[in-house]
């Protein structure tokens, strides 16, 4: 069993820079690929960023790459995103996502996840 609470979420304008935190509580966060994704009303969810267990691989989409970093902390049982230059279109809930036990990036990368956060809102004012 693993839980995922997102922070870091705001209101911010465009240019600025934010860094978002998952804080996962169970014992097997540090065998499992995490990624993040979002969602603003009327579309389909996001893929922004996944993560390799070890930290060893990143995947990143072409909307979000030399913007945004995915990184994770095992000790301390956390994931975060930094998101730089943000822009109008970043607004979007953001939601934290873990794999299956030792599971692979491309399965987090097509949203098969065993386990999400609650969400946290980014708004990026023009």
């Known amino acids: 069993q693993l839980q995922l609470v997102e922070s870091g979420g705001g209101l911010v304008q465009a240019g600025d820079s934010l860094r978002l935190s998952c804080a996962a509580s169970g014992r097997t966060f540090g065998i499992r690929a995490m990624g993040w994704f979002r969602q603003s009303p009327g579309k389909e969810r996001e893929f922004v960023a996944a993560?390799?267990?070890?930290?060893?691989?990143?995947i990143l989409p072409d909307s979000v790459k030399g913007r945004f970093t995915i990184y994770r902390d095992n000790a301390k049982n956390m994931l975060y995103l930094q998101m730089n230059t943000l822009k109008p279109e970043d607004t979007a809930v953001y939601y934290c996502?873990?794999?299956?036990?030792?599971?692979?990036?491309?399965?987090?990368?097509?949203?098969?996840?065993?386990?999400w956060g609650q969400g946290t809102q980014v708004t990026v004012s023009s």
């Open positions: 996502a873990a794999s299956g036990e030792r599971g692979g990036l491309y399965y987090v990368t097509q949203g098969s996840c065993d386990y």
């Open positions: 993560i390799s267990w070890s930290s060893s691989n990143t």
